[in-house]
């Protein structure tokens, strides 16, 4: 069975602080998704990572494949009250299977 | 309306009661699912329709029945649910089914509650 860990569960930081989260499996995926799902709301994609090493940026947010398309990091840069909320990963597999992660609960105080 | 819609919003059942979701598409995709999203567990796919045609089910129980009339619209009809089955059911669509190359749009998500 494929699993996906993010860590950590929760993350509560100041506003203006940089901060990574992390998406690892043990087994490799074609590419991997990043979603933010706010209270009340379904996910919502932000980026999509398909090549080993490949890095991201959307404004304030770096995602970076690993090498080995087994693993994931977002790191944020100057975190605003507005990225608060559930960040999921999400690998899909050879197979064309999507497996999510458990998210990381991010919360960013004022 | 624009996007994925999903009523109602919040739905409270008894385990001896008969209820449906549902969900609706104005992307003009082509590929519609149902999600079951549960605290401490990861989101899980439970149902693939791609043209209207059922081509995936995650070993759901048979007390969830889905339905896809036309790609705009489905359905999950709920009967004789348990407590273990509330959660925020989630419906996504895509302009295809293969999942690695399609974007996955996702409804507002439907919280129910089994009491």
């Known amino acids: 069975t494929q699993l996906l860990e993010q860590s950590p569960q929760f993350l509560s930081i100041q506003e203006g602080e940089n901060l990574t989260v992390y998406c690892n499996s043990s087994?490799?995926?074609?590419?991997l998704q990043w979603y933010r799902q706010e209270p009340g709301e379904g996910p919502v994609l932000l980026v999509t990572?398909?090549?080993?090493?490949e890095v991201k940026k959307l404004k304030r947010l770096t995602f970076q494949f690993g090498d080995a398309r087994k693993d994931s990091s977002l790191h944020i840069t100057a975190a605003q009250t507005g990225d608060t909320g559930l960040y999921l990963c999400?690998?899909?597999?050879?197979?064309?299977?999507?497996?999510f992660g458990k998210g990381t609960r991010l919360h960013i105080l004022p | 309306e624009t996007g994925v819609t999903q009523t109602p919003r919040h739905l409270v059942m008894g385990m001896t009661n008969k209820k449906s979701l549902k969900c609706e598409q104005h992307?003009?995709?082509?590929?519609m699912y149902w999600y079951k999203q549960s605290a401490k567990k990861p989101l899980e796919l439970m149902f693939v329709?791609?043209?209207?045609?059922?081509?995936e089910n995650n070993s759901v129980p048979s007390r969830f029945s889905p339905e896809c009339p036309n790609s705009s619209h489905l359905f999950l009809h709920l009967h004789t649910l348990q407590p273990e089955d509330s959660a925020l059911y989630l419906c996504?669509?895509?302009?295809?089914?293969?999942?690695?190359?399609?974007?996955?749009?996702f409804g507002p998500g439907t919280r129910l509650t089994v009491l």
């Open positions: 996504a669509s895509s302009q295809d089914s293969g999942l690695a190359g399609n974007e996955q749009f």
């Open positions: 087994s490799v995926f074609s590419s």
């Open positions: 990572v398909v090549t080993g090493g």
């Open positions: 999400a690998g899909v597999n050879r197979d064309d299977k999507i497996i």
């Open positions: 992307l003009g995709h082509n590929a």
């Open positions: 329709y791609n043209f209207k045609e059922q081509t």
